[in-house]
DNA sequence: TTGAATGAAAT
DNA sequence: ATTTCATTCAA
């Protein structure tokens, strides 16, 4: 960090005041701030409805739930050449937060309940004096609203609660095409009927006017029931588009600790879906990672391919399912975080919203924020691109987003021949390319001939069986000399149970499952001492690397609940593997 | 209010 | 080392 701020003529004088508002740049407006706006400036809304901006902001969180994708994808649209602009008039403009203006929360450590972790030091004694140089200087700037007292909370959720359908209501009327006066008298008819509704409930209706802030400690204590009539009022008047879903926001915290234990396989009879075969079945983000986090938390990852493009058979490059938010894609820009996500190519992709995917891990998973799916047309379309957009084959890694820094990752060889007409011709068919979340690279899906046996694989395995012959001995292709394509090992799945086979995969050279064949002798490569490789005995030893017979076995697999198994030592040896070196 | 970005906690 | 959480800030 230079400093930038060098030869500023006026220099910071007096902290207090405005601290110049010329030097502020704010930041790029988001797709709902765009959304908001506009809403707002066309002034649907007369002030005798709701004035305050505050509960404007809350009837424009309705409406723009209940947008459908469409118009939301033009919103991001907007949002997203806004942000263009924004970058190109202040190409080192980074959003700094102040990290706090009032005193962090302390987070609770998610171990069900006992965590007693309470840590001996309790840190933070309250008011530190030393401390309070540095956080005063911050805390001019906060704002009021941090004012809510702990005992206010639950009265105020509770009008909250009141409120939510007030804004949701509005926003349907909105939609249901009402403005102007005729939103007025709209409203106004609701809040009667509401008024009535809750009166019979109890004979003390509530004041009406509550909603000021002033006034809302008066009443607070009586009503609770009329909780339940608003709620019924409410499906009965059925209002399908708005129907409040809560914002995601507010319970991921609950939810998780939850649903931290996965439900029962046999829930799976529940789902609507008919449980998808094949390589459709295959939750492939939990294929794929190796992350403990989510290995224990399969339902953020059970989301299929197929469920969201049935008819893709190439080129479907799978984005993560943040847990967080949206996924961020990363172009190659510096300070776009890359985890958890995976890398896709950017270009002519598409983002499609998870509302098209269905999970059929049920229940579903609680509240789950919005994720979206990267997808790239197939080749087919890819051809008919204009000259300015590059096929995947003639993408960088760097463009794609791959990391090439200093790990010694050797990405670059990795875009250049990727090229789908390379597809192995074994008996497997690669069903899609995609991309995982931890995974840096691409890997090509296959069908699992242990499930669908091809014809030159007749018979049937027992889970645990090796097979051998290898079904696939020594197809070894590649595009370059860097790539293999292999089914994954001759090792029928020691899982103790249930999962049969649905999918195996494959990778590129060095990833997950690959172990490629040598051309001629039947060997089967192992990088150099790795020192991770279960081989033969299942004992872990050092090898000198270079090729070793074909049978092997893993004893210490871990199965991914996909029937699939691998053994630790199969992971990350791409940071290893050499095809020019083990020859 | 939603969404994007962040730093730091948690794992 | 990587994922999650809590927070800020755009109008």
Request: include cysteine; glycine fraction near 6%; hydrophobic fraction near 25%.
């Amino acid at each position: 960090m230079p400093s930038t701020s060098a030869g500023r003529p006026r220099s910071k004088s007096t902290r207090g005041a405005k601290a110049k508002k010329g030097d502020h740049i704010p930041r790029p407006p988001n797709a709902f701030i765009l959304f908001r706006s506009s809403f707002i400036r066309s002034q649907q809304i007369p002030d005798k409805v709701e004035g305050n901006h505050s509960n404007l902001s809350k009837i424009a969180g309705a409406y723009w739930n209940s947008l459908p994708g469409e118009e939301k994808r033009e919103w991001e649209a907007k949002a997203a050449a806004a942000s263009e602009r924004h970058r190109q008039v202040y190409p080192d403009w980074r959003f700094r937060p102040n990290q706090y203006h009032g005193q962090p929360k302390a987070r609770e450590s998610a171990a069900g309940g006992s965590s007693r972790r309470r840590s001996t030091i309790s840190t933070a004694p309250e008011a530190g004096p030393s401390s309070a140089v540095v956080e005063e200087k911050n805390s001019d700037a906060v704002p009021a609203r941090s004012a809510k007292g702990k005992g206010k909370e639950k009265e105020s959720a509770r009008f909250a609660e009141e409120d939510n359908e007030r804004w949701v209501k509005i926003a349907n009327l909105l939609r249901e095409g009402k403005k102007g006066p005729q939103l007025t008298l709209a409203v106004e008819e609701w809040e009667d009927t509401n008024k009535r509704n809750a009166a019979s409930f109890e004979m003390k209706s509530p004041t009406m006017d509550d909603r000021t802030p002033q006034s809302s400690d008066a009443s607070s204590k009586a009503s609770s029931p009329d909780r339940q009539s608003a709620a019924s009022n409410s499906a009965a008047e059925g209002s399908p588009d708005l129907s409040y879903a809560p914002t995601p926001s507010q319970s991921p915290s609950n939810a998780t600790s939850a649903d931290s234990i996965p439900p029962p396989s046999g829930s799976l009879a529940h789902h609507a879906n008919p449980s998808p075969r094949g390589i459709s079945s295959v939750p492939l983000t939990q294929m794929f990672t190796r992350s403990r986090q989510h290995s224990t938390s399969p339902l953020d990852h059970s989301h299929s391919i197929a469920d969201l493009c049935p008819s893709i058979h190439s080129n479907l490059q799978l984005a993560p399912i943040s847990t967080n938010g949206p996924i961020r894609h990363r172009y190659g820009k510096e300070s776009v975080r890359h985890s958890p996500m995976a890398y896709g190519f950017p270009q002519q992709s598409e983002w499609r919203p998870e509302e098209a995917v269905s999970s059929y891990d049920s229940p579903a998973p609680p509240t789950r924020e919005p994720s979206y799916w990267q997808w790239n047309p197939p080749p087919s379309e890819l051809s008919e691109a204009s000259p300015s957009e590059k096929p995947c084959a003639e993408t960088l890694p760097r463009e794609m987003g791959y990391d090439t820094d200093g790990t010694g990752m050797a990405f670059d060889s990795y875009g250049k021949d990727f090229d789908s007409s390379g597809l192995p011709s074994n008996g497997s068919e690669v069903t899609s390319w995609v991309t995982s979340s931890n995974r840096h690279g691409l890997m090509a899906l296959l069908d699992d001939p242990l499930d669908d046996p091809p014809s030159h694989l007749p018979g049937t395995y027992t889970l645990g069986d090796t097979i051998d012959p290898s079904p696939h001995p020594t197809d070894q292709r590649g595009i370059s000399s860097n790539y293999y394509y292999q089914p994954l090992s001759p090792v029928a799945p020691t899982s103790n149970n249930m999962s049969t086979t649905s999918t195996s995969f494959s990778t590129l050279a060095g990833w997950a499952g690959d172990y490629p064949f040598h051309r001629d002798s039947n060997l089967r490569s192992q990088p150099a001492d790795t020192g991770r490789l279960d081989y033969d005995s299942g004992s872990k030893f050092s090898n000198p690397g270079g090729w070793y017979p074909q049978e092997w076995s893993a004893p210490t697999s871990e199965d991914h609940g996909m029937g699939m198994v691998l053994s630790p030592g199969d992971w990350d040896r791409v940071d290893e593997f050499d095809p020019q070196g083990s020859q």
